[in-house]
């Protein structure tokens, strides 16, 4: 089942910064990273790099990628694709809007 | 390049990180011809977690693998589980490349990438050609090692540098006891930094593992009571001996230039290439450890034989192959994983002329250092639990960002703060 939630205002993430939407608030496997990307979007991606367990929140947003901080994998957070090694399998996205100045994060409830 | 010059097919031969990397990046630009991965070893699986978590358990096989098994088919990779015995080449280059394998087969491509990698150096001391005198570079090698190292097994590491001191690492977290042979006090200097390379050589003995600085010269193995018994001389010219179970030669790797000396490329300390993987031979490229640039000869290679610099140096092959613009790297960078502890490094630490080192403290712990030239430009870096921090400096060392010294020496002043200048 499909819900929305609200996680704040689009204002209070900059430009290449992340917020964290933990899973207790989710109700998804992973916690959720929203990305204020370099080509001006957000987008929503599971926060834990699918390579080792590392949060990708932490990482640099290049353009429309962001790099895990470990170990440098880097993906593409318009599809969770696993752009560069050591990462080879993607990371799920989510759909994220922003409307009247606040994130909306649709997340599926996995259980 | 007109499409003319594409080559139809792409043979591959090693299936580490480098030669995987010029694979998947020749598919991911759009190369359709046939190609096809020659490494006896079979599906190519990733080399840094044998030195850590695959030595301890930690990892599975499956968990090595650089891509999962049914991405060879979908991307119609051909792999052959063969070792590549002779690589023939014409010198007018009219006749494509063959490459022999040990079963005698002929394969032929338009053109060939060596990667090889490097072979580790053996132990040149009496004693040391023994079959309980272990090295470590593939999961072959790795298995050997996990299946000996348990509680209370005698593990002699020789070599203090990153290889020696994370089988140091793993083997004690087993609960081995482990001893660790290594040549100077502070292993690493370049490439952490001298305050860094203390701590980290320091954490050696915390953890519980005898360190005795010095060099080995000789091992002992007829011994019933003890198996192997590895003679160091002190760095102080005093004499020590320790008693092994199991010894392990962790003093370097050397390029493995075998296939490419004898086929009459180019080799000097390494394959020769320029900066987009070409040998001596049009229809030739190399990648990884086994290779050395042109132009960098004298030269250490400190930073060329980590993990990243193989991975670039596959993919830029790949986009040399296709005629297509080699992207330019940025500063070289390593991790390293030992004792618990997480060490990341950019560029080098050996200060130049003019310049200086900044240590960042907390509480006394010296957990990061920056090597600034004399105009405040950064050159190095280095960092313990800190990935971030590295991150950050590796893009002020590639922009040329002149930072603060006072904030960077400053642990409340994240260095992702200073990227903004």
Same mark, same amino acid.
């Given at each position: ?14 430009? @290449? ?9 989710? @109700? ?34 290049? @353009? ?27 990371? @799920? ?19 | ?421």
């Amino acid at each position: 089942m499909a819900r929305e939630i609200n996680v704040g205002p689009a204002s209070a993430v900059p430009e @290449g910064e992340s917020l964290v939407v933990p899973k207790e608030t989710t @109700g998804t496997k992973d916690h959720i990273a929203v990305v204020h990307a370099e080509d001006g979007e957000f987008y929503a991606i599971d926060d834990t790099c699918s390579h080792q367990d590392y949060a990708l929140s932490e990482g640099f947003v290049e @353009g429309a990628c962001i790099e895990c901080p470990l170990h440098g994998a880097s993906f593409d957070l318009r599809t969770g694709e696993a752009l560069t090694l050591p990462a080879t399998t993607p990371v @799920g996205t989510h759909v994220v809007e922003v409307r009247d100045g606040d994130l909306w994060l649709t997340v599926q409830d996995d259980a | 390049m007109t499409d003319a010059a594409r080559p139809g097919s792409v043979l591959v031969v090693g299936g580490g990180v480098a030669g995987f990397a010029a694979v998947r990046e020749l598919r991911r630009r759009g190369f359709e011809g046939e190609l096809t991965l020659v490494d006896p070893q079979g599906l190519p699986y990733d080399r840094p977690p044998l030195f850590k978590e695959f030595l301890t358990g930690d990892a599975d096989a499956h968990r090595l693998l650089l891509a999962p098994p049914p991405w060879f088919a979908e991307h119609r990779v051909a792999l052959v589980a063969r070792r590549a015995e002779r690589l023939e080449l014409d010198d007018d280059g009219a006749a494509r490349p063959r490459v022999v394998l040990d079963d005698g087969a002929v394969l032929t491509a338009d053109a060939v990438v060596l990667a090889p990698g490097g072979r580790p150096r053996p132990l040149a001391v009496p004693g040391g050609d023994h079959p309980d005198v272990a090295v470590l570079r593939t999961r072959a090698d790795a298995e050997r090692i996990a299946a000996r190292v348990h509680f209370g097994t005698r593990v002699t590491v020789i070599g203090g540098g990153f290889t020696g001191a994370e089988v140091a690492s793993a083997a004690r977290e087993a609960l081995a006891e482990v001893t660790l042979v290594s040549a100077t006090a502070a292993p690493a200097l370049t490439a952490v930094g001298p305050a860094l390379a203390a701590r980290l050589h320091v954490m050696h003995a915390e953890r519980g593992v005898d360190v005795l600085e010095g060099l080995v010269t000789r091992i002992d193995h007829d011994d019933t009571e003890a198996p192997h018994r590895v003679h160091v001389r002190r760095l102080d010219g005093s004499e020590a001996s320790v008693v092994a179970d199991l010894v392990v030669a962790a003093v370097g790797i050397a390029p493995d230039t075998a296939l490419a000396e004898a086929a009459g490329l180019e080799v000097d300390g390494g394959i020769l290439v320029d900066a987009a993987g070409r040998t001596s031979h049009r229809a030739v490229y190399a990648a990884g450890d086994a290779v050395r640039r042109r132009g960098t000869e004298g030269t250490s290679p400190p930073a060329a034989r980590h993990w990243e610099p193989a991975l670039h140096s596959g993919q830029d092959v790949a986009a040399a192959i296709l005629g297509e613009e080699v992207p330019a790297r940025g500063t070289p960078w390593f991790w390293s994983d030992r004792h618990g502890v997480h060490v990341e490094g950019a560029g080098s630490m050996l200060p130049v002329p003019g310049g200086r080192i900044v240590d960042r403290a907390v509480r006394g712990t010296v957990v990061a250092g920056f090597a600034l030239d004399a105009d405040g430009r950064m050159t190095g870096a280095a960092a313990v639990d800190d990935p971030t921090a590295v991150k950050a400096a590796r893009r002020i060392i590639d922009r040329g960002i002149v930072v603060d010294p006072a904030r960077l020496a400053d642990p409340d002043v994240p260095v992702r703060a200073l990227l903004r200048g």
